[in-house]
């Protein structure tokens, strides 16, 4: 293989919130190719936003590794970090109301980046209209942000992402906010641009079907790395092929689930599995012929539930916030 475009190595971000301690992301490894269309999934609240933003040079990781192309995120200043950012990234965030300028029609929208990185003249404005046919917007270009539909502003925040010709492109549930049907075109979109412009793109969902529309899917979960889908077209027998409901030529898409193993060695059990079987606690490993077989431990069939990080976060939070008022009643009943 050769070297990754972006890489991350034991990436870690802590947010501080009062006295707390958010674990946004904990020992994160992570590799993209260079032209690769990728998706991560994950609950709400795993770090998914937080690994973009680090990616996009807008928050700086707290401890580990992160390289994209020759930059290293970490060691570059203020001002480095704002060029790359300018230069380097195109965002399409979920609400388009974070991608556009509702006064001004699509076109414009796609100039302004360009006349904040400096471009003026005819260039510009035929940049912007090739960028928005490249979008399927060629006839809606001179329609105000609020004439469009949903999606079609979605089309334009993407072409207004590319701007600037960015290496990396970061779409944050660019669809999170559009019916199936609309999410669909976006996705077709963003596919079509990946193939055309050779550019390397990390589109985020809470949607698992994204597998169908990038070439591997990623699931973080609690601020790392559980398991790695990739879609892998296989040719079938054609006495096969009506178990599979595939294609003329027995092409069939398969959707292979890996979990991922850290350099430790620790990997994560999806909780369903662990649920299933009643694993708490500990677990027994048995090595067998085909591989390792994880048991319950069955005095630790009693132990306290698995928890979340988020719901753990929550209770560390109600009682930080108890302890802050019982904090203030003893002081009040000292006056
Ligand atoms: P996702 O995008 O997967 O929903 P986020 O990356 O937004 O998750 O959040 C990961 C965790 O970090 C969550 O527990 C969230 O509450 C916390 N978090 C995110 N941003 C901040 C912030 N600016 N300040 C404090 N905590 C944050
Ligand atoms: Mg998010």
Not at 267 to 275: A, C, R, S, T
């Amino acid at each position: 293989m050769t070297e990754p475009f972006i890489y991350c190595d034991g990436l870690v971000k802590i947010y501080r919130v009062a006295e707390i301690e958010v674990v946004a992301l904990q020992g994160l490894n992570f590799s993209v190719q260079a032209g690769e269309l990728m998706g991560i999934v994950g609950a709400s609240g795993s770090g998914k936003s937080t690994l973009m933003n680090i990616l996009g040079g807008l928050d700086r990781p707290t401890a580990g590794s992160v390289r994209v192309g020759d930059h290293d995120l970490l060691k570059m200043s203020d001002g480095m970090l704002t060029r790359y950012r300018r230069e380097q990234v195109g965002f399409v965030w979920q609400q388009s109301a974070r991608n556009l300028v509702p006064y001004l029609n699509a076109v414009e929208n796609v100039e302004l980046p360009m006349t904040l990185a400096g471009a003026s003249g005819k260039e510009k404005r035929n940049r912007a209209k090739e960028l928005l046919s490249m979008v399927s917007l060629g006839d809606r270009m001179f329609h105000k942000v609020g004439e469009l539909s949903g999606g079609e502003q979605q089309r334009v925040s993407i072409a207004v992402s590319l701007a600037n010709n960015p290496s990396l492109l970061l779409a944050d549930e660019p669809t999170g906010e559009v019916d199936s049907n609309t999410a669909q075109v976006i996705y077709d979109t963003l596919r079509y641009l990946n193939t055309e412009l050779h550019l390397t793109m990390i589109l985020v969902s809470h949607d698992p079907g994204i597998a169908r529309h990038v070439d591997r899917v990623v699931a973080i979960r609690d601020g790392m790395m559980s398991s790695e889908t990739r879609r892998q077209v296989r040719t079938i027998q054609p006495e096969d092929a009506h178990l599979h409901g595939d294609d003329a030529n027995g092409h069939h898409e398969v959707f292979e689930e890996l979990v991922v193993l850290d350099r430790a060695g620790r990997l994560q059990v999806p909780k369903e599995f662990l649920e299933q079987f009643q694993i708490r606690g500990r677990a027994i490993l048995d090595v067998t012929e085909e591989g390792i077989l994880i048991r319950p431990a069955p005095e630790d069939r009693n132990a306290p539930e698995l928890v979340t990080r988020k719901q753990q976060q929550e209770a560390d939070l109600r009682r930080a916030k108890k302890g802050g008022i019982g904090g203030m009643w003893q002081r009040l009943r000292k006056k």
